[in-house]
């Protein structure tokens, strides 16, 4: 990987530690060319699916050419082992009392070290099984996101049971109608219990206080893939909800997705 100084020379990754629970937890931390120590500016944080490491997720997720195009940085945590602690007691993480979220808050607290990070345009994404922890972070740490964004991933049952979020944050899900590793339909019972897509996404709309009764609904075509978009508004302080319901698609992250996902946070 790369690495010069953080004075706005040129892009760079880095990779970085921080002590969580007396051991080190490691993220890669990319900065476009017009980065500086002086200037603030958005954080994205992108969580990587199960058996993937941060480094990996940042090959294809593609977004650290939109950090180019748009001025933000992009983090890369790894998880502790092949999953997040996401919350439903059923991974190896969750069952040892593994501290991703705290994991998280020492990021953010590392990456303000040295950045002037704009605490109130804070982001999370998350693919498959780091989607689903980010639906966990999005429920318990509503006060510090401006908006999270699911791929592949609905929410667990048991996060659930417990979410209530009091913070004002976009919701944005993007989920492949033909799923078979989270199926459209979710898991109804189960360790891995989860909801359906639909459910998660009623269920934000429920949490967020949207006063708005109707679903707006349009079709979308972005490089030959069809996408039934729905949309809620009339939220939580102006907050807004996105699902991206993708025709014929399976488990995967769709070509599209990093830019569509920064537009809907509006960076």
């Known amino acids: 990987m790369s690495g010069c100084d953080a004075n706005g020379d040129s892009a760079q990754t880095v990779r970085h530690s921080v002590l969580v629970d007396g ?3 490691f993220f890669e ?3 476009p060319s017009s980065a500086s120590a002086d200037a603030s500016m958005p954080l994205v944080i992108a969580f990587h699916g199960a058996g993937d490491s941060g480094p990996g997720f940042q090959e294809f997720a593609r977004l650290d050419r939109e950090a180019d195009n748009r001025n933000f940085l992009v983090a890369y945590p790894s998880a ?3 999953n997040w602690a996401e919350g439903c007691n059923c991974t190896r993480p969750d069952i040892d009392g593994v501290d991703d979220v705290g994991f998280v808050d020492e990021l953010i607290e590392r990456v303000d070290q040295d950045f002037n990070v704009d605490t109130s345009k804070i982001y999370a994404i998350g693919y498959s099984q780091g989607a689903l922890f980010t639906h966990r972070l999005a429920c318990e740490r509503s006060d510090v996101f401006a908006g999270s964004a699911m791929v592949a991933g609905m929410m667990s049952i048991p996060v ?6 009091t913070g004002r944050q976009d919701i944005m899900m993007m989920h492949g109608e033909n799923d078979d590793v989270l199926p459209w339909t979710g898991v109804p019972s189960g360790l891995y219990a989860t909801l359906s897509v639909l459910d998660t996404f009623f269920f934000w709309r429920s949490v967020s206080d949207c006063t708005e009764v109707g679903i707006a609904q349009e079709t979308k075509t972005t490089h030959s893939v069809s996408r ?3 949309t809620v508004s009339s939220c939580r302080e102006g907050s807004k909800l996105r699902l991206d319901e993708i025709r014929q698609g399976g488990h995967q992250w769709p070509k599209f997705a990093a830019e569509e996902i920064v537009d809907f946070f509006g960076l």
């Open 160 to 165: 659930a049971t417990i979410c209530d979020p």
């Open 228 to 230: 039934t978009v729905r």
């Open 29 to 31: 931390l990319y900065t």
């Open 80 to 82: 502790s082992g092949p």
């Open 23 to 25: 051991g080190n937890r």
